[in-house]
């Protein structure tokens, strides 16, 4: 089984911390936005899609489909930066993205609403969130890359973890703000101008991003491969596309739970409460809020874990439990005898078994891919999984709600993506190269002794 494993040296503790929070940072702006438009889709789908004679299920719909557009464009974001990112570098791509997405969001906090200028007005809201669809999509795979390479000896899963903890915070950013203007707002003033001022938040914080990331170093995996302004040798070798595509497939297979089953019960469950249980904005927010703390707190204990026993078996017992634990979530839900506490306690545990997927998930698909293809190859699995699987799932959800009458869909989405999930973290893959096996056991520990005695890229173990 092929590891890669191409730290040439040790890295020094301040450019990896450096490296950590201008990693971190940009994905917490990335997430907080996409959490925003989530929690005030309903608010949206009022002001951008629903003209006078169209229902509110309907604006609800367009909106969400507006949300799918922008994640159907983060693989074209993915495959585009990630090129160029493998090409000169993450440090100057992963400056790009933040100001791109920055840009994009901020916009959206002062658009005319359809009552302004009617059918324009959603037309270009859905172009700022293909901007935004593009930039996130150059987000990840530059962010987990530059974290990973710049991970200390045998803590690629706790480094990489960041990523995913920092989703959690931006969600929970998100969740905190609208439940914030919520309550000190009426419901006139939240639709007038107040759910604009979550957007425009953005603003300082990419700022700060960005201020961070310039003045961040390029990360040791690529310099070591750097000769005269070009990439070459042993680190820069580009492996056949077709491993490189099957390695992509496998890792979005390995990853659709965790998009899913996250967006499912991080992002989806406030609408999905208002909209089929008749919770109100603030009970719905509550339980968001929950949730994302339950995934917060697992997310880097479950990195951490990782580098000690290994990507697979972690990520394993969290596509487990979703498959086995979501229609009883859901059925608790809808029961009007549980008391608030339980269903907050089901709702926490429930975010917390998304974190066990989370935490070792991009240490996984950054081993997967070698340096020459790392930002492309792993930021295009994250992609991928994250177009069909989470943008879709709002859409997905309301619409076989409202089409069925079930109102266990959202259970059997979730249940049905970690099952296929568990299916491709158990399987090995077998032939010339084996890309995707660093999360064994064995293997991380191969991975740990290379390291820490400044060795290359794994040979493959027989």
């Known amino acids: 089984m092929k590891v890669f494993s191409d730290q040439s040296r040790p890295v020094p503790n301040r450019p990896a911390v450096r490296a950590l929070v201008a990693g971190s940072v940009g994905n917490f702006i990335e997430w907080y936005e996409f959490g925003v438009y989530g929690y005030f889709s309903t608010v949206i789908a009022a002001e951008f899609f629903t003209p006078e004679g169209t229902g509110a299920a309907e604006g609800l719909v367009r909106t969400y489909a507006s949300f799918a557009l922008a994640f159907f464009f983060r693989p074209v974001g993915a495959a585009v930066f990630g090129r160029l990112g493998d090409r ?14 920055t840009g994009a969001t901020t916009l959206i906090g002062v658009l005319p609403t359809y009552a302004t200028v009617g059918a324009l007005a959603p037309w270009l809201l859905t172009f700022l969130r ?45 969740a905190g703000v609208a439940a914030l203007l919520a309550t000190v707002l009426d419901a006139g003033q939240l639709a007038h101008w107040g759910w604009r001022s ?26 070591s491969g750097t000769v005269s302004g070009s990439v070459s040798g042993s ?19 390995r990853v659709m739970g965790w998009s899913a089953a996250g967006y499912t019960f991080l ?54 439990l979703v498959v086995a634990l979501s229609v009883p979530l859901l059925n608790l839900l809808q029961d009007d005898g549980t008391s608030n506490a339980v269903k907050g306690a089901w709702v926490f545990g429930a975010g917390a078994v998304v974190g066990l997927m989370a935490g070792p998930g991009p240490a996984m698909l950054a081993e997967m891919f070698p340096t020459s293809v790392r930002y492309t190859g ?21 619409e076989s709600v409202g089409r069925t009458g079930n109102v266990d869909v959202p259970a059997y ?27 064994d056991r064995a293997d991380v520990r191969d991975v740990v002794r290379r390291d820490r005695r400044g060795g290359g890229r794994a040979e493959p173990r027989r």
């Open 88 to 101: 000169v570098g993450r440090r100057p791509v992963l400056i790009l993205v933040i100001a791109l997405m």
């Open 130 to 174: 293909v901007l935004q669809g593009l930039s996130a999509g150059g987000e990840f795979g530059g962010a987990v890359a530059l974290l990973t390479e710049f991970a200390p000896p045998g803590r690629r899963g706790l480094y990489g973890a960041w990523q995913s903890f920092t989703v959690a915070l931006g969600l929970l950013g998100g």
């Open 198 to 223: 979550a957007f425009l938040l953005t603003l300082p914080m990419g700022l700060g991003a960005l201020w961070l990331r310039l003045r961040l170093e390029e990360t040791p995996s690529f310099r």
């Open 235 to 253: 680190v820069r070798e580009v492996p056949p596309a077709r491993e490189v595509r099957a390695a992509i497939v496998l890792g979005v297979g």
């Open 267 to 320: 992002v989806v469950l406030p609408s999905y409460l208002r909209g089929t249980l008749d919770a109100s904005f603030q009970q719905a927010l509550l339980a968001t809020v929950l949730a994302n703390i339950g995934f917060a707190v697992t997310i880097l204990p479950a990195g951490l874990l990782s580098d000690r026993v290994g990507r697979r078996p972690v990520m394993l017992t969290g596509a487990v």
């Open 378 to 398: 792993l930021g295009l699995a994250y992609a991928l999984s994250n177009a069909v699987f989470s943008g879709c799932a709002g859409l997905i959800i309301t």
């Open 413 to 439: 989405y979730a249940a049905t993506a970690c099952a296929v999930s568990a299916l491709a973290l158990v399987k090995n893959r077998t032939g010339k190269v084996s890309w995707s096996d660093a999360g």
